[in-house]
Antibody, heavy 116, light 109 residues
Framework: EVQVVESGGGLVQPGGSLRLSCAAS????????MNWVRQAPGKGLEWVSV???????YFADSVKGRFTISRDNSKNTLYLQMNSLRPEDTAVYYC??????????WGQGTLVTVSS | QTVVTQEPSLTVSPGGTVALTCASS?????????PNWFQQKPGQAPRALIY???NKHSWTPARFSGSLLGGKAALTLSGVQPEDEAEYYCLLYSGGGRVFGGGTKLTVL
């Protein structure tokens, strides 16, 4: 059964850092494009980042230069390293597998709160 | 940065048909934007419905269909059920990135 489970969220002060993890089962992370998507409280979905099978990465303008995406093939896990966090980064962060130009399987998300 | 626009809200009667649309600020939406559609209910993660304009996932009910219509991507629900009340988001591919629309709140009344 395909499953992705996010973890690593929590409360962090503005300017701080956090690393989110997305543990995958039922498929190999390195064989798929993998995305991070976030949703601020009461707001819509915002695409954050993608990593391709070959390692190419893309980011939304709102996080470019502050966030990095990576994966650990030995752990079958996707990561999102978030630096210089701002209050507007407060959101539930979802990881989603992408197949045939479309995110198909999503996790339940992990909440990141940036506040002093 | 591409802006993707959806109707903020729509209302449909049970058993009726409704079309939700998705427009791009850069021009007509085409198949190269690989339009995707997602359903989200309160307190739940998004669920994928349609990918690459009109392809359904194995779990997508037959009453959902995707298309291109008048320069926009469209999601049509035929024979709407009460459980279809939800927020619907489109996603367009733009360059190497992706952009979500603001969402359409569909009310079944």
């Amino acid at each position: 059964e395909v499953q992705v489970v996010e973890s690593g969220g929590g409360l962090v002060q503005p300017g701080g850092s956090l690393r989110l993890s997305c543990a995958a089962s039922g498929f190999t992370v390195s064989s798929y494009y993998m995305n991070w998507v976030r949703q601020a409280p009461g707001k819509g979905l915002e695409w954050v980042s993608v990593i391709y099978t070959g390692g190419t990465t893309y980011f939304a303008d709102s996080v470019k230069g502050r966030f990095t995406i990576s994966r650990d093939n030995s752990k079958n896990t996707l990561y999102l390293q978030m630096n210089s966090l701002r209050p507007e980064d407060t959101a539930v962060y979802y990881c989603a597998r992408e197949l045939s130009s479309g995110p198909d399987y999503w996790g339940q998300g992990t909440l990141v709160t940036v506040s002093s | 940065q591409t802006v993707v626009t959806q109707e903020p809200s729509l209302t449909v009667s049970p058993g009726g048909t409704v079309a939700l649309t998705c427009a791009s600020s850069t021009g007509a939406v085409t198949f190269t934007n690989y339009p995707n559609w997602f359903q989200q209910k309160p307190g739940q993660a998004p669920r994928a419905l349609i990918y690459s304009t009109s392809n359904k996932h194995s779990w997508t009910p037959a009453r959902f269909s995707g298309s291109l219509l008048g320069g926009k991507a469209a999601l049509t629900l035929s024979g709407v059920q009460p459980e279809d009340e939800a927020e619907y988001y489109c996603l367009l591919y733009s360059g190497g990135g992706r952009v979500f629309g603001g969402g359409t709140k569909l009310t079944v009344l």
